[in-house]
């Protein structure tokens, strides 16, 4: 079956890096194209940006273009979101979620989200 | 970016009821519409994709309706499990995502 497995929660410092990776599997990595995706304390959702697995092309949402970072590793069927400079404003829930390649569609399966907490 | 208004912000109902959402983007996206639930701690579920097709395994209870600018999703009896906080989302990149309706027990 579809699975993207995230990795576990993170506290971080303002001012640091965070790497949220998203493991996939039950599917062709390639075939889809993974999208991230964060939700803030009692907020809406909120679109960063995606990566064609297959070639690494990547599109940024441009609030984030200066400070993300998404890259892939075919060979481990995961996909990567790098955040840098954080503030206390990126305390949040993080999301991958993947979309079939090609198509203008939502996603249909997502991650299970990895809270990341920014704290001094 | 594509604006999305999604109203009410809140609604209380009671098992059985007819549930309405809408959704309005600030700017045509045809067909380019899905609808997610969501529940406490939880990823997103997707329930519409396309403004009306209902996804795979989702009871037919659910339904939605719009293209263009307005949209609507349709809960015809709502069900205990139901109680959760609705999403509307447009695909057109940059994505955009109205901010949630919360459908509570009346």
């Known amino acids: 079956q579809v699975q993207l497995v995230q990795s576990g929660a993170e506290v971080k410092k303002p001012g640091a890096s965070v790497k949220v990776s998203c493991k996939t599997s039950?599917?062709?990595?390639?075939?889809?194209?993974i999208h991230w995706v964060r939700q803030a304390p009692g907020q809406s959702l909120e679109w960063m940006g995606w990566?064609?697995?297959?070639?690494?092309?990547?599109r940024y949402s441009q609030k984030f273009h200066a400070r993300v970072t998404i890259t892939r590793d075919t060979s481990a069927s995961t996909a990567d979101m790098e955040l840098s400079s954080l503030t206390s404003e990126d305390t949040a829930v993080y999301f991958c979620?993947?979309?079939?390649?090609?198509?203008?569609?939502?996603?249909?399966?997502w991650g299970q989200g990895t809270l990341v907490t920014v704290s001094s | 970016d594509i604006q999305m208004t999604q109203s009410p912000s809140t609604l209380s109902a009671s098992v059985g009821d007819r549930v309405t959402i809408t959704c309005r983007a600030s700017?045509?996206?045809?067909?380019?519409l899905a609808w997610y639930q969501q529940k406490p701690g939880k990823a997103p579920k997707l329930l519409i994709y396309?403004?009306?097709s209902l996804e795979s395994g989702v009871p037919s209870r659910f339904s939605g309706s719009g293209s263009g600018t307005e949209f609507t999703l349709i809960i015809s009896s709502l069900q205990p499990d139901d109680f959760a906080t609705y999403y509307c989302?447009?695909?057109?990149?940059?994505?955009?995502f109205g901010q949630g309706t919360k459908v509570e027990i009346k």
């Open positions: 979620a993947r979309v079939l390649s090609g198509v203008t569609a939502g996603p249909d399966y």
């Open positions: 039950g599917y062709t990595f390639t075939t889809y194209v």
């Open positions: 990566i064609d697995t297959d070639n690494g092309n990547t």
């Open positions: 700017q045509s996206i045809s067909n380019w």
């Open positions: 396309e403004a009306s």
């Open positions: 989302h447009q695909y057109k990149t940059p994505w955009t």
